[in-house]
T-cell receptor, first 110, second 115 residues
Framework: RKEVEQDPGPFNVPEGATVAFNCTYS??????FFWYRQDCRKEPKLLMS???SGNEDGRFTAQLNRASQYISLLIRDSKLSDSATYLC???????????FGQGTELSVKP | DTGVSQDPRHKITKRGQNVTFRCDPI?????LYWYRQTLGQGPEFLTY????????KSRLLSDRFSAERPKGSFSTLEIQRTEQGDSAMYLC?????????????FGPGTRLTVL
């Protein structure tokens, strides 16, 4: 079983749609949680950190449920430029390695 | 450009050859990480350094792989006797000790193709 699991997609949605990605992690000792975005043939870049209280950044909302070991990302009013692979990431400690899910591919169509 | 840089960006080699990749982290970052990414998968951790000390190595890092960071600045990743299964994108990342969040900044990667 992978340490971080995501639905690989692809998710094909029209512009303006709301799309939700889910992720589960197996190690209850995980301390830090993130969503990274990776454009085709580019490096991953941090989209947002995920906090227990939930957090929002514009059209993006991230949620963490430690009891269920579940992380989510909601994208509202999706744009063509949101097309990318979204990587769910956990870390066991500050400064340590990142553990990535396989990524969920999103394609936003006009 | 003050981001993480990697060289070369692409490398094609024949099976059995040795290859070496270089990573230059963001200058004030003392932690440097190597990851490997194959098609359709997320990056997988290989190893990381704090300054010149190699603090952790994944079991993915077989004895054909060696990484160094001799002066605590740039790092090299060498693969000896390459195999076709080594074909992947090799990503380097860095972060600063004491940074508030755990964000790692990634370089553009070195894409290795082993024929």
């Amino acid at each position: 079983r992978k340490e971080v699991e995501q639905d690989p997609g692809p998710f094909n949605v029209p512009e303006g749609a709301t799309v939700a990605f889910n992720c589960t992690y197996s190690n209850s000792a995980s301390q830090s949680f993130f969503w990274y975005r990776q454009d085709c043939r580019k490096e991953p870049k941090l989209l947002m950190s995920v906090y227990s209280s939930g957090n929002e950044d514009g059209r993006f909302t991230a949620q963490l449920n430690r009891a269920s070991q579940y992380i989510s990302l909601l994208i509202r009013d999706s744009k063509l430029s949101d097309s990318a692979t979204y990587l769910c990431v956990v870390s066991y400690n500050q400064g340590g390695k990142l553990i990535f899910g396989q990524g969920t591919e999103l394609s936003v169509k006009p | 450009d003050t981001g993480v840089s990697q060289d070369p960006r692409h490398k094609i080699t024949k099976r059995g050859q040795n290859v070496t990749f270089r990573c230059d982290p963001i200058s004030e970052h003392n932690r440097l990480y190597w990851y490997r990414q194959t098609l359709g998968q997320g990056p997988e951790f290989l190893t990381y350094f704090q300054n010149e000390a190699q603090l952790e190595k994944s079991r993915l890092l077989s004895d054909r792989f060696s990484a160094e960071r001799p002066k605590g600045s740039f790092s090299t990743l060498e693969i000896q006797r390459t195999e076709q299964g080594d074909s992947a994108m090799y990503l380097c990342a860095s972060r600063e000790e004491g940074q508030e969040n755990n964000e790692q900044f990634f370089g553009p990667g070195t894409r290795l193709t082993v024929l």
